[in-house]
């Protein structure tokens, strides 16, 4: 009977081996918020689609805009905080878009969709977008019962369905539809003719505290004024041009019992008109600038410097009408979203005249062989808008179109990425339909320059024709 437990013993080790030995069929019990096909997981290191911040009144309804033509529409009272309060201080949007291959892949998001009956399809998509909103540093939530309405710009005309990324299931869900109309904020930038209502404007620079002026620490309320919200140990001081009016020479307006004080934006930059109000003396009206000073200071000019490369950047796409063109896009799609997360208008992609291809890549000397597991494939179909990801215990099952104009990327270690063109897949073509069973090695052409933006990712997926 011992004997017979030991032999038992070794065929469950033996059969445990066989079965890992096998990268090409998925038979293991796997992970799956560590698998790429369910899980947010961005390839590449410190190189993403990054965010853009916007600042939004809670108490207020706000409309935010972004450079491509999307824009959010904020109704007032609408976020909660984790102890499903009401939050009345501002909050901080973090969106950002997706709109091409470089932007899926970039960022790591699954474009796989399971139905009920677990059937894989894979999406064509015509515009994605993930939002998320924080107060003070803490994530909020959108309130049970309310939505805010984003109008995301698309270069894709037609209906497409409307789905949320459910991080907990590591699957799609369809909520609907999405229709496009022309986007009310496009117009065909001419810089011959001038359009200087679209010019971007530089940000106002941090001001330094002056200790030979008086503070003027009045009870202001910021709410308002979501800009100089976000900043820390705000100071008033005149900013005036008249000598004649400096609080210097009026020291009873500090002694004074102002019933409230009101600060609102004044035409020129970083200057405000400060209102102190009484109902016996009258109101004193008197222009202000923020200012700043030790830390906050500090802060303050690390995120002007931030904010200054991005007005470089809006201002060369203002000079360059192709560009800008390009950026600004001529549909929108409107959602009205009840939760924070990735949202995406897509169709199902339907891969014509499909081969089997039983797949392995070589990357020559870039990828030692005991690392070959961590790479990833992507295939890259329908007009750039389909990505469908291949990491490697799926390599065997690859699917591709032999009418369809399809590319291959690798993402390899250090940033680097590996190309097969299409011109390269219509050449082995019969090599390709006879590869079910027997396997097709994938030559890959390595690009030695690491990658350093999402831009470096568009234009090295651009050039493999």
Same mark, same amino acid.
């Given at each position: 009977?011992?004997?017979?437990?030991? %032999?038992?013993?070794?065929?469950?080790?033996?059969?445990?081996?066989?079965?890992? $030995?096998?990268? !090409?069929?998925?038979?293991?019990?796997?992970?799956?918020?560590?698998?790429?096909?369910?899980?947010?997981?961005?390839?590449?290191?410190?190189?993403?689609?990054?965010?853009?911040?916007?600042?939004?009144? =809670?108490? $207020?309804? =706000?409309?935010?805009?972004?450079?491509?033509?999307?824009?959010?529409?904020?109704? $007032?009272?609408?976020?909660?905080?984790?102890?499903?309060?009401?939050?009345?201080?501002?909050?901080?949007?973090?969106?950002?878009?997706?709109?091409?291959?470089?932007?899926?892949?970039?960022?790591?998001?699954?474009?796989?969709?399971?139905?009920?009956?677990?059937?894989?399809?894979?999406?064509?998509?015509?515009?994605?977008?993930?939002?998320?909103?924080?107060?003070?540093?803490?994530?909020?939530?959108?309130?049970?019962?309310?939505?805010?309405?984003?109008?995301?710009?698309?270069?894709?005309?037609?209906?497409?369905?409307?789905?949320?990324?459910?991080?907990?299931?590591?699957? &799609?869900?369809?909520?609907?539809?999405?229709?496009?109309?022309?986007?009310?904020?496009?117009?065909?930038?001419?810089?011959?003719?001038?359009?200087?209502?679209?010019?971007?404007?530089?940000?106002?620079?941090?001001?330094? /505290?002056?200790?030979?002026?008086?503070?003027? @620490?009045?009870?202001?309320?910021? +709410?308002?004024?979501? +800009?100089?919200?976000?900043?820390?140990?705000?100071? &008033?001081?005149?900013?005036?041009?008249?000598?004649?009016?400096?609080?210097?020479?009026?020291? &009873?307006?500090?002694?004074?019992?102002?019933?409230?004080?009101?600060?609102?934006?004044?035409?020129?930059? #970083?200057?405000?008109?400060?209102?102190?109000?009484?109902?016996?003396?009258? #109101?004193?009206?008197?222009?202000?600038?923020?200012?700043?000073?030790?830390?906050?200071? +500090?802060?303050?000019?690390?995120?002007?410097?931030?904010?200054?490369?991005?007005?470089?950047? !809006?201002?060369?796409?203002?000079?360059?009408?192709?560009?800008?063109?390009?950026?600004?896009?001529?549909?929108?799609?409107?959602?009205?979203?009840? !939760?924070?997360?990735?949202?995406?208008?897509?169709?199902? /992609?339907?891969?014509?005249?499909?081969?089997?291809?039983?797949?392995?890549?070589?990357?020559?000397?870039?990828?030692?062989?005991?690392?070959?597991?961590?790479?990833?494939?992507?295939?890259?179909? !329908?007009?750039?808008?389909?990505?469908?990801?291949?990491?490697?215990?799926? &390599?065997?099952?690859?699917?591709?179109? =032999?009418?369809?104009?399809?590319? %291959?990327? $690798?993402?390899?270690?250090?940033?680097?990425?590996?190309?097969?063109?299409?011109?390269?897949?219509?050449?082995?073509?019969? /090599? %390709?339909?006879?590869?079910?069973? @027997?396997?097709?090695?994938?030559?890959?052409?390595?690009?030695?320059?690491?990658?350093?933006?999402?831009?470096?990712? @568009?234009?090295?997926?651009?050039?493999?024709?």
């Amino acid at each position: 009977m011992h004997k017979c437990s030991n %032999l038992l013993f070794f065929a469950l080790i033996l059969l445990g081996l066989i079965s890992c $030995a096998n990268p !090409g069929k998925d038979n293991s019990v796997r992970n799956e918020t560590k698998d790429p096909l369910s899980s947010v997981m961005p390839p590449f290191e410190k190189l993403n689609v990054p965010y853009e911040e916007k600042m939004v009144a =809670s108490d $207020a309804p =706000s409309i935010v805009r972004f450079a491509t033509g999307s824009s959010i529409e904020v109704p $007032a009272g609408i976020f909660i905080d984790e102890n499903n309060q009401r939050v009345t201080k501002p909050v901080q949007l973090l969106f950002r878009e997706f709109h091409n291959a470089a932007d899926i892949i970039a960022s790591g998001i699954p474009m796989r969709v399971l139905d009920e009956h677990q059937k894989e399809d894979w999406m064509q998509t015509a515009g994605m977008f993930e939002l998320l909103g924080y107060c003070e540093g803490k994530p909020v939530r959108i309130a049970p019962g309310e939505n805010l309405k984003v109008n995301l710009a698309s270069d894709v005309d037609g209906a497409f369905a409307f789905w949320y990324f459910n991080p907990e299931k590591g699957n &799609w869900d369809n909520i609907g539809m999405s229709n496009a109309v022309p986007n009310p904020n496009f117009v065909a930038f001419d810089n011959e003719s001038g359009s200087e209502e679209l010019r971007p404007q530089p940000p106002a620079e941090p001001q330094a /505290y002056d200790p030979s002026q008086p503070a003027l @620490n009045f009870d202001v309320n910021l +709410e308002k004024l979501p +800009e100089l919200a976000k900043l820390k140990g705000v100071i &008033w001081q005149y900013a005036g041009t008249d000598p004649e009016k400096d609080p210097v020479k009026h020291p &009873w307006i500090f002694r004074h019992d102002w019933e409230s004080a009101e600060i609102h934006p004044s035409p020129t930059a #970083n200057v405000y008109n400060l209102t102190l109000i009484s109902q016996d003396s009258g #109101n004193y009206n008197l222009p202000v600038r923020p200012s700043l000073s030790g830390k906050d200071l +500090e802060r303050a000019r690390a995120q002007y410097a931030k904010m200054m490369e991005e007005y470089q950047q !809006g201002l060369k796409l203002f000079k360059d009408k192709d560009l800008y063109n390009k950026q600004e896009m001529a549909f929108v799609r409107s959602l009205q979203v009840s !939760g924070f997360g990735i949202h995406n208008c897509d169709v199902l /992609y339907n891969l014509q005249n499909p081969i089997h291809v039983m797949a392995d890549f070589d990357f020559g000397t870039a990828v030692p062989v005991n690392i070959k597991s961590m790479v990833t494939v992507y295939e890259i179909m !329908g007009d750039g808008r389909t990505v469908v990801t291949y990491p490697f215990y799926r &390599w065997e099952g690859l699917r591709i179109s =032999s009418t369809q104009r399809t590319k %291959l990327v $690798a993402v390899l270690p250090g940033n680097k990425l590996a190309t097969f063109e299409w011109e390269d897949i219509k050449a082995n073509l019969e /090599y %390709l339909k006879s590869s079910a069973e @027997n396997r097709f090695v994938f030559k890959m052409r390595v690009i030695d320059q690491p990658l350093k933006s999402v831009a470096d990712l @568009n234009q090295a997926i651009a050039s493999a024709q």
